[in-house]
Every structure is written in C-alpha cells, then in structure tokens.
C-alpha cells in the first residue's frame, strides 16, 4: 500500500506501466508552481468562500495570534492568484495537498490530508467550450485509468436556482436549500425532505414542489422537456441554465461522451462559489472478482463554473470567469490499492530505470565506476548502498520495486569488458560489450 502512495508524488504508474496525465498536459495548460498556492493563509482569504463546507477548515493561530487556515482546495487560491497577479486569460493544471477537517475513512479514501489535481480554465470565451472541455478531460482520465463503470452527472446553479423560485422559496434561502439538495446522493428524498421542512423552515408544498424536480434526470430529452415546462420557462436564470445545458450537450455529443453523462438535478455541490455549471463523476459499481469488499468511494471528480470567485479578490471587484474540475487522487488510488493487494499484481514505484549489481564480493568499485556512466548518459541508475551485497538481495529490489532492468557486473565481466543485463520481469540475462551498454539500455527502454 504504502508502495501505491509513493507513486503519488511523481505520476500515476500502475501493472503494464502505463501513464494518466491528471493534468491533462495534451491538452496544453501550463503548471502552476506550488508557492504561488501557499498551505497556510489568512483565515479571512478564505471565509466567505465555502459555504456550510467552511466547517472543514482546518483554523490555526500563529505565535502572534494571527488567524490562519490551511488550504481548503485548489480553487479559491487559484482565483487569488488570478486577481493578485490581473491575469484575466490562463489555462493551467495544479497537483497539490489540501486539508479537510473530516472524519477520516480510509476505505473510502476520505482523508484529512490528500492530493487534488486541478485543472482549470479562466478567461471570456464563448458559453460552453471551456465546460465541455473539462468534462471530456474527466471522461478521458476515468476511460484510461479502467476503474470500471461511470457516470459524470451534471447540473447547473442558475437552473436549481430557478427552481428553488419558481417553487416559493425565498432567495434568502437559496443556499440553504442548495446545501440540503446536495444530501440527496446519500440519503433518500424522504430525508432530505424532513430537513427542509423541520430544520430549514421550507413550508411542506414548498419541498413536495422542489421534490418533482430535483428527483428528475436524463439526456437532452429531459433539457427539451425542461424548456417547455410553464414555470421554468418563465424564469430567467433557469431558462439561461437550460439554454447553456442544451448547448453543452451539442459539444459532448461532438466529443462523443453523452453515454457517461447524466443532466442530474439532484446534483448541487455545496460550495457557494458555484455560478454555473456543475459537475461530478461517480463510479458506478465498485465489485470486482479480486477483491473480497466493494470499495465504497463516492465521486472521484467535481467541479463547476465559478465566474464571481475572482472578483472576491480583486480591489476593483473585476471578475474573470472561470470553470474547472478537481480529481481526487486519493480516492482513485483507494480503489487501485485494494485491487491490486487483491490480486497481486506488481506496480512500478520508481522511475530508476537500471540497478547496478554485482554477484561477488569486493566490487564495489565497480558498481561505482559503472553507475556513474549510465548518470552521465543520462540513464536513471541506482544501487544497493552496501558493500558487499547478495546479488538475490539485488535482483528482488528490481522486483518489488518495479525495476526494469539490472546491469550485473562481476569478476568475468570485468576480464570480458562486457556487462550482463538482466530483463527482470523476464528474468533473461545477456552479456553487452560495455562501449554498447548505453545504445542497449536505451533501446530496451524505447516504448
């Protein structure tokens, strides 16, 4: 497990070796470097910004009593970075810790310190394009990376705000019975509408009413119906809601991906800075021959259209609109974990490319002499830091950790001028005239 984690910090690499971009570096964003995102910041930086989600703010207090937070998400520093530097256009991709003051559950992949990966896009283009492209970024990382079956449901602010009026509520209330539909994906209607009603001061018509709506979803079929209701038709934000949602739909039908998606209206996320659209991907069955418990994680991806958030920064109040999704690392790596530990399977959790080894004694100089031209060749080397080590010792460090091949170097190789290198997972051993070991390793490494 611990093995899985360390992947982490470097890149996704599992079985076969393949890679996923969480970042969606093909899709040309630039990183954003991890001081301009500071862990710790003002307290009053980031109230104001979450909602009923603030009470999962880590509060600190320094040496001089300043009031301090740690990072909540990616987002809102995000956005701060925006208005502090006047950057009004950027595309860009984040993979950084964030702290929740939660209730850990590490078979869920809930934790108090975890990895995100954000990527975002901020600056005026035309509705729908830059929302598409998120969402065919999380379809694209959840199809590579083969959890299983999907869904990515999506929603809209403006519609489940149209929504809320059009059924009495008044607009004081808006977040508040947003916050309550957000339960709906863990606890049925009926609870849901007993709090609207017992705790938030909803009248019963008023939650039977918002009832018939938030329980609906489907496709474009549903949008079309939507259009033509009396009541939504007539109200702004919910018509401007729906006509985006229609358009959107175009794009990911020309992106191909309408199959794993779902116009959810029970769907709210609850943090306040949502505007627009809105999104979630949840994995849809988490059984699997190898592994003897379901993996229960919840959504693996979230995210939304936050136009208003940088304006919260700005000194003048200047907004730049801006969409976005955050992939939860940790919980996808709770499931590959568990199947893995499951079904034996080996992940590579190194990039060393060769092991320096030798089957004797005294060789270290050797293995010295020969690891320092594989790093002037730019080779990714690495060997046992002992002097003496039993080649068996060697060869099982390539195996647990992933290690393509071994460069073995012994008292016979050293009269021959060649080198023995080993394909560990083949376990096939060949002698290389050491002036051709660099042009071999290379080769065997070509994908």
């Known amino acids: 497990m611990l093995r899985v984690r360390a992947t982490r910090d470097r890149k996704l690499s599992y079985g076969d070796g393949r890679t996923v971009n969480l970042g969606g570096r093909a899709l040309g964003p630039s990183p954003i470097s991890v001081s301009y995102h500071p862990v710790a910041s003002l307290q009053e930086t980031l109230m104001g910004k979450y909602g009923e989600e603030a009470k999962l703010i880590y509060e600190l207090q320094d040496q001089g009593g300043e009031l301090l937070a740690l990072r909540y998400d990616l987002t809102v520093p995000f956005a701060r970075y925006l208005a502090m530097n006047k950057i009004t256009n950027m595309k860009r991709y984040h993979i950084a810790k964030v702290y929740r003051r939660d209730n850990p559950a590490t078979t869920r992949g809930r934790y108090r310190e975890f990895y995100q990966c954000d990527f975002d896009i901020a600056g005026q283009f035309d509705p729908m394009i830059p929302d598409a492209e998120c969402l065919k970024i999380v379809h694209e990382i959840l199809s590579d990376l083969q959890l299983g079956d999907f869904l990515i449901k999506v929603n809209d602010r403006r519609i489940l705000n149209g929504i809320f009026a059009v059924c009495g509520i008044p607009e004081s209330k ?33 939650a039977d009413h918002i009832g018939e709506y938030v329980q609906l979803h489907g496709g474009l079929e549903l949008i079309e119906r939507l259009l033509q209701d009396p009541k939504l038709s007539q109200n702004k934000l919910a018509k401007e809601g729906l006509g985006d949602m229609k358009l959107l739909f ?62 919260m920064f700005d000194p003048k109040g200047r907004k730049v609109p801006c969409v976005g999704v955050s992939i939860g690392i940790e919980r996808i790596f709770s499931i590959l974990e568990q199947r893995m530990k499951a079904s034996g399977e080996k992940v590579r959790t190194t990039e060393t490319q060769v092991l320096v080894a030798t089957p004797h004694k005294h060789l270290l100089a050797a293995r010295l002499k020969l690891i320092s031209e594989l790093w002037a060749a730019g080779i990714k080397a690495e060997m046992l830091y ?52 660099v042009d071999e390793i290379r080769r065997r490494l070509e994908p």
């Open 250 to 311: 175009e794009y990911l039908t020309l992106f191909g991906i309408t199959g794993k998606i779902s116009f959810d209206l029970s769907l709210a996320r609850g943090l306040d800075y949502y505007t627009g659209v809105i999104f979630e991907a949840v994995l849809l069955q988490q059984e699997n021959e190898h592994v003897e418990e379901p993996v229960s994680v919840g959504s693996v991806a979230g995210g939304g259209r936050y136009d208003g958030l940088v304006g």
């Open 174 to 206: 808006f977040v508040t019975a947003c916050c309550t539909v957000d339960k709906l994906d863990k606890v049925p209607w009926e609870e849901v509408r007993g709090e609207m009603v017992g705790e938030k001061g909803l009248s019963p018509e008023a």
């Open 386 to 437: 002992k002097k003496d080590p039993k080649l068996l010792k060697q060869l099982q460090y390539c195996e647990d950790t992933g290690i393509p091949l071994a460069a073995i170097v012994g008292e016979q190789e050293l009269t021959d001028g060649v080198v023995k290198l080993r394909d560990v997972a083949t376990r096939v051993e060949v002698d290389i005239p050491r002036e051709k070991l």
